[in-house]
T-cell receptor, first 113, second 111 residues
Framework: DVKVTQSSRYLVKRTGEKVFLECVQD?????MFWYRQDPGLGLRLIYF???????EKGDIPEGYSVSREKKERFSLILESASTNQTSMYLC????????????FGSGTQLSVL | DQQVKQNSPSLSVQEGRISILNCDYT??????FLWYKKYPAEGPTFLIS?????DKNEDGRFTVFLNKSAKHLSLHIVPSQPGDSAVYFC??????????FGSGTKLNVKP
C-alpha cells in the first residue's frame, strides 16, 4: 500500500521563523500536493507538483513556497511564519493525472506563536 | 468562494440505519467527485468516487449519487456502523488536475 510520510506530527514555531514541512511518498508517484485544513474551511490547496522540479500554485500560495528536487519528496516552506499560518498541513500524492485517488499523509499540526 | 460545500457540519445516526451525507457544488465542469473519510490524528482516506458522466456508483455499504442538474452529490451508508464515525469530506476534480474539498461533515453513529 502507498505510504505518505510527513516528518513531524506536531510543530511549534515562533513568528518570523522559516519553517520546513517535509513529505515523502514511497510509490514513485508523479503528483504531490500540499493542503491546509482549517475548521469550517475544509482542505485548501497551497501548492502542487506534477513532477520533479515542477510546481504550480494552488488557491492560497501566499506566504508559502515549495521544493521538489527528488520525485519522492515534496517540501513546503513557510518563509516567515505568521500566526495565521497556524493550521493542520496535509500532504498528498497520486500516481499521475490519469488517476483520481489521492493518498494522504497523517498531517502536521503547526502552531505559530 | 468555495466551489464545493457541505452545509451540515455534523450528523448523528443510529447503528443499523442509513446515513446520508450531502454535498453541493457550483462548477458544472468538474470531471470526478470523490468522498474521503478522516479519523482523528490520521490523514483522509479515499472511500468512493463517481465520474461526472454517471449518476450512481456503489461499493459495498457505500453508494454515491450524483444529480448534475441540481449540482448535488450524496453519500449513502447502509447499514451504518459505529466504526463509520468520522469526518467525511466530499471533493471534486477539475481538469483532472485540481481537487476542491468541502468543509467536512462529522458523522456519529450511535451503538
Amino acid at each position: 500500500d502507498v505510504k505518505v510520510t510527513q516528518s513531524s506530527r506536531y510543530l511549534v514555531k515562533r513568528t518570523g521563523e522559516k519553517v520546513f514541512l517535509e513529505c515523502v511518498q514511497d510509490m514513485d508517484h508523479e503528483n504531490m500536493f500540499w493542503y491546509r485544513q482549517d475548521p469550517g474551511l475544509g482542505l485548501r490547496l497551497i501548492y502542487f507538483s506534477y513532477d520533479v522540479k515542477m510546481k504550480e500554485k494552488g488557491d492560497i500560495p501566499e506566504g508559502y513556497s515549495v521544493s521538489r528536487e527528488k520525485k519522492e519528496r515534496f517540501s513546503l516552506i513557510l518563509e516567515s511564519a505568521s500566526t495565521n499560518q497556524t493550521s493542520m498541513y496535509l500532504c498528498a500524492s497520486r500516481r499521475d493525472r490519469g488517476l483520481v485517488k489521492l493518498f494522504f499523509g497523517s498531517g502536521t499540526q503547526l502552531s505559530v506563536l | 468562494d468555495q466551489q464545493v460545500k457541505q452545509n451540515s457540519p455534523s450528523l448523528s445516526v443510529q447503528e443499523g440505519r442509513i446515513s446520508i451525507l450531502n454535498c453541493d457544488y457550483t462548477n458544472s465542469m468538474f470531471d470526478y467527485f470523490l468522498w474521503y473519510k478522516k479519523y482523528p490524528a490520521e490523514g483522509p482516506t479515499f472511500l468512493i468516487s463517481i465520474s461526472s458522466i454517471k449518476d450512481k456508483n456503489e461499493d459495498g455499504r457505500f453508494t454515491v449519487f450524483l444529480n448534475k442538474s441540481a449540482k448535488h452529490l450524496s453519500l449513502h451508508i447502509v447499514p451504518s456502523q459505529p466504526g463509520d464515525s468520522a469526518v467525511y469530506f466530499c471533493a471534486a476534480l477539475y481538469n483532472f488536475n485540481k481537487f476542491y474539498f468541502g468543509s467536512g461533515t462529522k458523522l456519529n453513529v450511535k451503538p
